[in-house]
T-cell receptor
Framework: KAGVTQTPRYLIKTRGQQVTLSCSPI?????VSWYQQTPGQGLQFLFE???????NKGNFPGRFSGRQFSNSRSEMNVSTLELGDSALYLC??????????????FGQGTRLTVV | AQSVSQHNHHVILSEAASLELGCNYS??????LFWYVQYPGQHLQLLLK??????LVKGIKGFEAEFIKSKFSFNLRKPSVQWSDTAEYFC????????FGKGTTLSVSS
């Protein structure tokens, strides 16, 4: 079956601009989580969506937002980009996102560079 | 709040050496524990997981981990590493959300 698909794979933006990243989860998965990966900081949790509702949120400023559609696809948006937002953004999908989940599956990520 | 601490930032080993990567977590409730691996240029993939039962769990490629509840630890081990184990390893804890540690880069020389 198809894995988690993230688009685009690479993105270069200018400071102050906004960006939207997309994630298509594995068919049947209803939970989508987003992470920011940077060298030395590991994967920092941004937020989790389940059935179109944000269920959990990490410690990121309000410039970072997301949403989930009825087909479970998710988008995340970063407004007023800063140089420090340069990172690999990862999306993970799982069946339900709760403790009964056995595994989260990750996409290849979107590499965002802010110049 | 949940948090995960990985003790080693970068580990360098020769082939056939034994490996142990430390992981401690902080969370007051029931957790599921995971180790994920990220090979160069590849996406994150699950190495092993602990939900309940036997605290010693075995994963793919000869890796194992031991959950010690009293120490809030979930250390990863492998008796003999190979060059192909060169990768970044992440410990993760799932309570209310799946939270990762900062990762350990393992470099294995042949």
């Amino acid at each position: 079956k198809a894995g988690v698909t993230q688009t685009p794979r690479y993105l270069i933006k200018t400071r102050g601009q906004q960006v939207t990243l997309s994630c298509s989860p594995i068919s049947g998965h209803r939970s989508v989580s987003w992470y920011q990966q940077t060298p030395g900081q590991g994967l920092q949790f941004l937020f989790e969506y389940f059935s179109e509702t944000q269920r959990n949120k990490g410690n990121f400023p309000g410039r970072f937002s997301g949403r989930q559609f009825s087909n479970s696809r998710s988008e995340m948006n970063v407004s007023t980009l800063e140089l420090g937002d340069s990172a690999l953004y990862l999306c993970a999908s799982s069946l339900a996102g709760g403790l009964l989940d056995t595994e989260a599956f990750f996409g290849q990520g979107t590499r965002l560079t802010v110049v | 709040a949940q948090s995960v601490s990985q003790h080693n930032h970068h580990v360098i080993l020769s082939e056939a050496a034994s490996l142990e990567l430390g992981c401690n977590y902080s969370y007051g409730g029931t957790v599921n524990l995971f180790w994920y691996v990220q090979y160069p240029g590849q996406h994150l993939q699950l190495l092993l997981k602990y939900f309940s039962g036997d605290p010693l769990v075995k994963g793919i490629k000869g890796f194992e981990a031991e959950f010690i509840k009293s120490k809030f630890s979930f250390n990863l081990r492998k008796p003999s590493v190979q060059w192909s184990d060169t990768a970044e390893y992440f410990c993760a804890v799932k309570g209310t959300a799946l939270i990762f540690g900062k990762g350990t880069t393992l470099s294995v020389s042949s």
